[in-house]
Structures are given as structure tokens and as C-alpha cells.
């Protein structure tokens, strides 16, 4: 059978030792530029224990010639890519083509892994979808990993609607039974929610937010109004994120600061926080004030929609005609009203390190290690220590990313 | 013997990495013969692996062909521990260059049986035909490898117990704790050194200058035990101006119009790496 051939390739492939000399590693807050990396079985390794325990020299010596190297980037809100849309369902087959393109288009960006985003929908939409998005391992075969899902509604709050669909949002009166139903979460055996959006003043989510959190579901909250207050508790019963700060919440206000004003909580640990980096959704300054306050809480998100990695133009994306404009704008046609994100991983690293000022290490730490923290993977994702998946990319000095590797196989970018 | 004095320690390192390369490259070792060298730890080689490892990425040396064999060890540190030789070869030489993991001959302070292990490193040397270049540091006391002052010229691989004045320093690589300093250690014995065919040794620093002059100024003596370089047929010592202080001028400018006369009246092309006239 064709599929077993081109597993057992994989496998052997995958049996090489690799060594990459050559390169300046980011690992440990740092840029390490006389180290080695090791690479077995898609893992990155221990090279010295190796050396002297296994005495089989390397298969593969790859000289990264004086780039960065950094772990793959993590996308945890991304909607769509490449004319594809992740709530849109046409059927099993086309998702599952849409996921394939999606997943290995990424890679030009540096991106590895990512969470497809489901806005607020109807029932049956979750219930199709949701089986289809299973988390998948990412490789030569596959392209980026698939984390699992992140479900943004629809327990959200109307005021904050941002591009979603009113007539999908709900609220829990029945706590968490009302998220398993419409999740369809008894049906599902493996659960692949990783990450959920909800709004913190939308009835039964307080209370609902602990058993999600059991349910080994990680919580951001957005779309919201929450007072500053209802923010905090819902720190407190576990969020541990706010998803694309700014957008969909209160304005900053200087008596109740709402979802914003965790920034400034001393009273409790300081959440995580998804941030689109385009420069349009996101005044640059905000984003240094936001870096400011909370500099190892920054996620990097493009957020972005369908019309992302598709040339200028006019396309028909879920029923709506948007125009692309550059590689940075997407308008509704009709009210030219903004349609989404349409930038990359790579762009908002080096928007963020242009915007705020920081390190090269710290841009990359906003779409690498911080993600995985997120999603508690730090020890698989988002770092090249020991024991992590050899998940990296070769990047210039200005953050261009030049080579991509998934499981320690390099992948076209082109 | 030779006596080769440069300015400084970079200097020193210049002239003893090019000569490691020169005798690696003439010797064009094959897989079937192999170039054996003994290599030792400390400060006194780091400039020599820096160059090695540059000159191996320019493409000027490969170790593919080369076999290495440590001087020593300590005993019950870890393999992986930051201050054993393993660590220190790994991160300063082996993990840059092209040599085969096989080829790497370490003592293994962990082995259930110390003796056996130091009867097999000896055994080992043996069966490959020998050390072709044993490159050397040496301490203020005048010791190389773990023969510390008192160790029988004649002594072979074995396991040792460490000098309180030896534990002492290095316990500023053991958070300045005594009792985290391994007590013994695996070592070479200055007669595993001395039966290579040729020996080299690097010594810098005005703090090492009462050693050079008591090894070659002095008879043969094992409370210097590098001194015993005096009876091989082949030894060349580098070292720079500082730790030539202690030496009598006179010493000082015989070796420096031997080098003088090579370079300006036989000329340098006439001369082969080991001092032989073609
Ligand atoms: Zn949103």
C-alpha cells in the first residue's frame, strides 16, 4: 500500500542522526553561537551524551552558516489561510484538503504548529468540524502540527462581536452542560479543544470555568465587556489568557480599566495575552504599552482570515466580498470595513520587535516559547532544549525566515 | 629537546596548533593508519583546540582519521557533570570537528573497576600502535596529567588520589566546596606519556615558571615529573616569555639562536616539523 511505503520512508528518514553546526541557537533567553544541535527521531537530543554513549557519528551535518536558529513558530488563533476558512464547512473531504493546504502552506512563515480557529457557530458546525480538526503531528508528510482547536465563541458577548455571527452567540445558564452540548464535547473521544474564548460577563461562564479547565481546556477570555473585576475572577478560576487584546473589549477606562486592566494587576499573576501585530489592528504604541507591562505574557497572533498567502484581489470568503489590498489589508467590499487579518506569523515577530524596542530573543519568544507556556508544551514546543520536538527555523539577522524544519526534516518554503 | 619561546599565551597557541596541524596533514592519515594523539585538559590548551577547531572549519584539517587519548579523568563525576574532561573535551574540541565518536578514548571515572579500566585505556594505546604525538600541560609543581610531585617516572595508567593542595584549587569549579571536589582521579602515568613518539608540552604563565626551570635546568627528578621529558628522544616544550623568568638567560638565548639559526642561515624550508634536516 502506497501510505506504508511513504511511512516506512518517513521512519528511516527520521532514523538519521542529524548534526547542525554552525548556527547562533536561541534557547534559554539566550543566543548561543558555540553549540551544537543533535536531532534523532524527529527529537532534538542530547549531543554529548550521545557522542559518548552511542558512538555513531552523525548521517547528516547541515551548516546553518551563521543564521539564527529558532524553534518553529505557534500560531494559536488563525482562522484560515490560502482561500480556506476553518468554519466553513463544505464537507469532510474539503476540510481535510483545506487543513493539508493550510498546514503546509504555513511553513513559509516559520510557522510549525498552530491552532486552527473556529469563530462563534451554529451546533451542527462544531459537531462537523470539530472531528475534523483532531490534532495531528506535524512532519515532512503533513507540514505544520495541528495543536487542536481553538473554539472563539459562541459564549461571547454581543456588544463584542467583532466579525461573528449574532445569531450564533450563546450564554450557559446550565454551565457546563451547555458547552459540552454544543461542542459536542460527550461525542468526541479525544477532546480537540485545546484553547477556548469566552466572555467572562456572558451568563454561566464564571461558573463554568473551572470544569472547563479540568476538561484540560486552556481559557482566554475576549469578545467581552467584562468590568475589570469580572476579568480578575475569571483569572482566578483559571483563564490564562486574553485573546487579541484591544480588539472586542472595553476601552481603556480609567475608573474600570475591563479586560485592558489586567495589565496593570498586581493582585494577581498577570495573564497571557494574544496580540495581532499588523499595525492596523493594533496601534503600534499600544502593543509597547502592553510589552511594557507585561513583557513574558506577549503571544504572538495573526488571527488571521482566509485571504491570507492569496495574492492581491477580490475574493468571495464565506459568503462576503472582501478586497486584499497589499499584503497587509483585507476590506469588505461593500462598507470597506476591516475583513480580518491577513498577516503572518513571520511579519508580527518582526512588527513586534520593531514596535516595542525588544530583543530579537524576546520577538521570538512571543511566538515561540510563549504560546507553548500557554498550552502547558513548553517541554515539546516552542524551545530547542533537550527532549523537544526538532521543531526550528534558520532566520537572518532581520528575522527573514530562511529554512524550516518539522520533526528535524527540513521543508520547502518556497 | 626543543624550546620554543613566544610572546604570550596566544602566541604559544599559534605555534602549537600549527604544528598539531602540520604533523596531522604530513602524516595523511588513513583509516587503516590512523594518527594517534594524547590530548589534556586545563587552561593550557584551550587557545590550541580553538585554532584546531578553526582550522577543521575552514577546511584546512580533519580529524576523520584521528584517534584521540585523554591524559585523565575523575572518578564518580558524572559524564555529563560541567567540570569533568569529558564535558570539557566535548565543548572546547569534539563537538566542533569531524572526529568519530569511536575514536575518542576517554578514562571512564565511573567504571565498576578502576584498575581494569586504566589496564584496558593502556591496552588499548597498545594495540593501535602507540601514541604519535602526546600534547601536555603541566601544573605549577611541575606535574603532567595527575603524576603529581612524587609519581614514579615509571608509572602506567592507574588510579590516583588527588593532592590536598590539587583539591583545594580545583574546588573553585565545585561552587568553592571541598567536598564536592572529587578526591581521585584516572590518570596516564608519565611512563604511558613518555612512551609516545613524541611528546609535546605547553607551559605559560610567570606562575609556571619555577617549573620549566626545574625541569629542563634540573636533573630528572619526580617531584617535577615533567621533567622525565629530558630521556625522550623527541620533546618539544612551547611556552612564553613569562614562564622563561625563572630560567638563566643563557638558556633563554640558546634556544632562541637555535630557532634563530633555522630560520636564517639553514632555512626554515630545510627543516623538517620534528627538526630533522632534509
Ligand atoms: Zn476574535
Redesign the interface.
Known amino acids: 500500500m502506497p501510505f506504508q511505503s511513504s511511512e516506512k520512508t518517513r521512519q528511516n528518514r527520521n532514523s538519521r542522526l542529524i548534526k547542525i ?2 548556527g547562533r541557537i536561541v534557547r534559554n533567553h539566550t543566543i548561543i553561537n ?3 544541535l543533535y536531532i534523532h527521531d524527529g527529537k532534538i537530543i ?4 550521545h ?2 554513549a ?4 552523525p548521517d547528516v ?1 547541515i551548516n546553518a552558516k551563521g543564521l539564527l536558529i529558532a524553534p518553529g513558530y505557534i500560531d494559536v488563533q488563525i482562522n484560515g489561510a490560502f482561500g480556506v476558512d476553518f468554519s466553513v464547512w463544505k464537507g469532510d473531504k474539503q476540510m481535510k484538503e483545506g487543513l493539508d493546504k493550510i498546514a503546509k502552506g504555513l511553513v513559509k512563515y516559520g510557522c510549525t504548529s498552530f491552532v486552527p480557529t473556529i469563530v462563534s457557530s451554529h451546533k451542527e458546525v462544531y459537531h462537523q468540524v470539530l472531528p475534523t480538526l483532531k490534532p495531528r503531528k506535524g512532519n515532512k508528510d503533513n507540514g505544520a502540527e495541528v495543536l487542536g482547536v481553538h473554539v472563539e465563541g459562541p459564549f461571547i458577548t454581543s456588544s463584542q462581536l467583532g466579525a461573528h455571527e449574532e445569531s450564533c452567540l450563546r450564554a450557559a445558564p446550565n454551565g457546563i452542560n451547555d458547552f459540552v452540548d454544543i461542542y459536542g464535547l460527550h461525542e468526541l473521544k479525544d477532546n480537540p479543544i485545546k484553547i477556548i474564548t469566552v466572555a467572562p460577563d456572558v451568563e454561566g461562564v464564571l461558573d463554568s470555568l473551572e470544569e472547563l479547565v479540568n476538561f484540560g481546556i486552556t481559557v482566554s477570555i475576549g469578545h467581552s465587556s467584562a468590568t475589570v473585576f469580572q476579568a480578575e475572577s475569571a483569572i482566578e478560576k483559571g483563564a490564562k489568557c486574553i485573546t487579541h487584546l484591544f480588539n472586542a473589549m472595553q476601552q481603556f477606562h480609567h475608573r474600570d480599566p475591563g479586560i485592558v486592566g489586567l495589565l496593570g494587576t498586581t493582585r494577581i499573576t498577570r495573564p497571557f495575552y494574544g496580540i495581532i501585530c499588523d499595525g492596523i489592528h493594533v496601534h503600534p504604541n499600544s502593543i509597547k504599552i502592553a510589552y511594557d507591562s507585561n513583557p513574558k505574557g506577549a503571544i504572538l497572533v495573526t488571527d488571521a482570515m482566509a485571504a491570507l498567502g492569496l495574492p492581491p484581489g477580490e475574493y468571495t470568503l464565506g459568503g462576503i466580498s472582501v478586497r486584499k489590498s497589499g499584503n497587509e489589508k483585507v476590506e469588505v467590499v461593500e462598507n470597506g470595513k476591516l475583513a480580518g487579518s491577513v498577516i503572518s506569523i513571520d511579519a508580527c515577530v518582526k512588527n513586534f520587535k520593531k514596535f516595542t524596542g525588544c530583543s530579537v530573543i524576546e520577538a521570538i519568544e512571543a511566538a515561540t516559547l510563549h504560546p507553548a507556556e500557554l498550552l502547558g508544551i513548553q517541554n515539546f514546543k516552542g524551545t530547542l532544549n533537550v527532549g523537544a520536538d526538532a521543531d526550528f527555523v534558520f532566520l537572518d539577522d532581520d528575522l527573514n525566515v530562511v529554512k524550516c524544519f518539522i520533526a528535524g526534516e527540513e521543508i520547502s518554503t518556497s | 629537546m626543543r624550546l620554543i619561546i613566544r610572546s604570550d599565551y596566544n602566541e604559544v597557541s599559534e605555534y602549537i596548533s600549527t604544528y598539531v596541524k602540520n604533523r596531522i596533514n604530513e602524516f595523511k592519515p588513513t583509516k587503516e593508519r590512523p594518527f594517534v594523539l594524547g590530548l589534556p585538559t586545563g587552561s593550557s590548551p584551550i587557545g590550541l583546540y580553538k585554532n584546531l577547531v578553526k582550522y577543521h572549519k575552514n577546511g584546512e584539517l580533519s580529524f576523520k582519521h584521528v584517534v584521540t587519548f585523554n591524559m585523565d579523568e575523575y572518578v564518580g563525576l558524572p559524564r555529563d557533570h560541567p567540570e569533568s574532561y569529558h564535558s570539557f573535551m566535548w565543548h572546547h574540541l569534539f563537538k566542533h570537528i569531524d572526529i568519530e565518536p569511536r575514536n575518542v578514548n576517554i578514562l571512564d571515572g565511573n567504571a565498576e573497576n578502576l584498575s581494569e579500566e586504566c589496564a584496558r585505556f593502556e591496552k588499548k594505546i597498545k594495540d593501535i600502535g602507540g601514541v604519535e604525538l602526546f600534547i601536555g600541560g603541566i601544573g605549577p609543581d611541575g606535574h603532567i596529567a595527575f603524576n603529581e610531585p612524587g609519581s614514579s617516572l615509571m608509572s602506567r595508567t592507574r588510579v590516583k588520589t588527588l593532592a590536598y593542595d590539587t583539591i583545594l584549587a580545583n574546588s573553585r569549579f565545585f561552587d568553592n566546596d571541598i567536598n564536592k571536589v572529587p578526591r581521585m582521579a584516572l590518570t596516564v602515568g608519565v611512563g604511558t606519556v613518555m612512551d609516545s613518539r613524541e611528546v609535546a608540552v605547553i607551559i605559560t604563565g610567570a606562575h609556571k615558571a619555577l617549573a620549566l626551570a626545574k625541569c629542563i635546568e634540573e636533573g630528572v627528578n619526580h617531584m617535577f615529573t615533567v621533567s622525565a621529558i629530558q630521556l625522550h628522544s623527541k620533546a618539544l616544550i612551547v611556552c612564553d616569555e613569562d614562564a622563561t623568568l625563572e630560567l638563566h638567560v643563557k638558556t633563554v638565548k640558546y634556544f632562541k639562536s637555535i630557532e634563530h639559526v633555522i630560520n636564517n642561515l639553514i632555512g626554515a624550508e630545510n627543516v623538517g616539523l620534528q627538526g630533522n634536516i632534509h
Open positions: 553546526v554552525n558555540d553549540d551544537v542530547d549531543p554529548q551524551n557522542f559518548f552511542c558512538g555513531n557519528p551535518l
